[in-house]
């Protein structure tokens, strides 16, 4: 991640704007860039409790992808074939959109659309790769393509290859700095971007701060894993942890056995959620999924170490690819909390009553999605009538989360239980029917 970056000022009292958007992440930033762009005259201020990209825009795994959480049939059963596909092929383009804003801003973030490999390494996993490219042939999507071993194997060496998939919907940044990049570009553009002022509480008209009270018609919530923190929205998305590790720059003669040569990221076929890329200075980026659910949706710093989970990925490298060793040499890991609303869909929105907007829930997959939302808010909040504000997750509200206890114990019973039907697959190399059941909670 680097060093954080000098603060901006904060809040020097009270103000009036426009809009007020809660959150300098990606989100909000993206909304900020959209709407100076599309109206200059528009007084936009982003309240930011830290520094711009704090939170999981500056600590991802650096996949600026066309996933969203819910699969494509998961979206056509709730809202419609039509709308499913028209909101896939939206987050297909978001990825070229990405990388047009850096170009013509001059932001400097490393990225390069090398696509994904997603490898299969059981038999089971080879079934679920066959299953996911069947399916998204059957929605009319035909860049989804189904690799054999040595096609998948000559995109990523890792161990018991046996099958895979590509898509070339995927591009590598560096997160933190394209999120620091951003916040400079709308900075320049107009946008007031106030840093170490936190927001305590939300309501139509006004975000309030320890230095006064921030009055705007439209306030944008977008705060996604450090939602529960405000006044009201302790149930809204549930902030579950991701930890990542990083080699040092690895010699040429290492990456030969590895592969990657065109910077895909990549996974595997696995329950509990891996990711990697070969980042531009050299180094094996590699996060996954599995630390602990905090009670009462807590978020804090020491969450953000998990020395359980650091070995772990440590221990999967070194699976993946014994060139690295048993034990990997590492000089960076990390972690921080995303979001995850009830039902594993996110959503974006504008009350136009209340002039309260948000976006969110993009568990785990926000670099692009994010890009998405924030054009899609821009429009809303300028009320402009395009194709974005008909995609059907426009409007969308996630029932709440469970209340405590009942909160903790069926999130970290879920994450305990995607564990073991990966365990169970690896013994038996079959689909578990436990297997079936983390697939039906967690929206594929």
Not at 69 to 77: I, N
Not at 308 to 337: C, K
């Amino acid at each position: 991640m680097g060093p954080p970056p000098v603060r901006r000022p904060p809040l020097p009292g009270p103000a009036s704007f426009d809009v007020a958007i809660v959150g300098a992440g990606f989100t909000g930033l993206w909304t900020a860039y959209y709407l100076i762009s599309a109206d200059p005259s528009v007084r936009v201020a982003v309240l930011e409790s830290e520094y711009a990209g704090f939170g999981a825009s500056g600590r991802n795994g650096g996949w600026c992808s066309a996933l969203l959480p819910s699969s494509v049939p998961t979206l056509a059963r709730r809202y419609g074939r039509a709308p499913a596909v028209a909101l896939q092929r939206a987050m297909n383009a978001t990825v070229d959109e990405v990388g047009r804003v850096c170009a013509a801003e001059g932001i400097s973030c490393d990225f390069h659309k090398g696509g994904t490999v997603v490898v299969a390494r059981s038999p089971a996993q080879v079934s679920r790769a066959a299953e996911a490219v069947a399916s998204s042939a059957s929605f009319g999507f035909d860049d989804l393509t189904l690799l054999t071993a040595a096609e998948a194997a000559a995109r990523l060496r890792a161990t018991s290859v046996l099958g895979g998939v590509f898509t070339p919907h995927c591009a590598a940044i560096q997160p933190a700095s394209l999120v620091r990049g951003l916040a400079s570009v709308v900075s320049a553009k107009g946008v007031s971007v106030y840093e170490g002022t936190p927001v305590t509480a939300l309501r139509p008209g006004a975000a309030e701060t320890p230095f006064g009270t921030v009055r705007a018609p439209v306030v944008v919530r977008a705060t996604e894993g450090y939602t529960a923190s405000l006044p009201g929205y302790g149930r809204a998305v549930a902030p579950i942890y991701s930890l990542m590790v990083a080699t040092p720059p690895l010699p040429a003669s290492t990456w030969a056995e590895i592969g990657l040569a065109d910077r895909e990221t990549f996974s595997d076929f696995r329950h509990l959620i891996i990711y990697g890329q070969r980042t531009a200075d050299g180094r094996l980026a590699f996060g996954g999924r599995g630390a602990p659910y905090h009670f009462g949706s807590s978020v804090s710093p020491s969450f953000d170490r998990e020395p359980a989970v650091f070995r772990a990925l440590r221990e999967t490298l070194g699976t993946l690819f014994p060139v690295l060793g048993a034990l990997p040499e590492i000089t960076h890991s990390w972690g921080g909390p995303l979001g995850v609303t009830r039902d594993w869909t996110a959503s974006v929105g504008l009350d136009r009553a209340s002039g309260l907007g948000w976006a969110g829930g993009y568990v785990g997959d926000g670099v692009g999605t994010s890009n998405l939302a924030g054009r899609t808010l821009a429009d809303l909040i300028l009320g402009h009538d395009s194709d974005l504000v008909r995609l059907p997750w426009v409007g969308h509200r996630s029932r709440r989360w469970e209340p405590e206890p009942l909160r903790w114990l069926g999130i970290n019973a879920a994450l305990r239980a995607t564990a073991s039907a990966d365990a169970a697959e690896a013994r038996s190399g079959r689909p578990t029917r436990l297997a079936a059941l983390v697939e039906r909670l967690t929206g594929h």
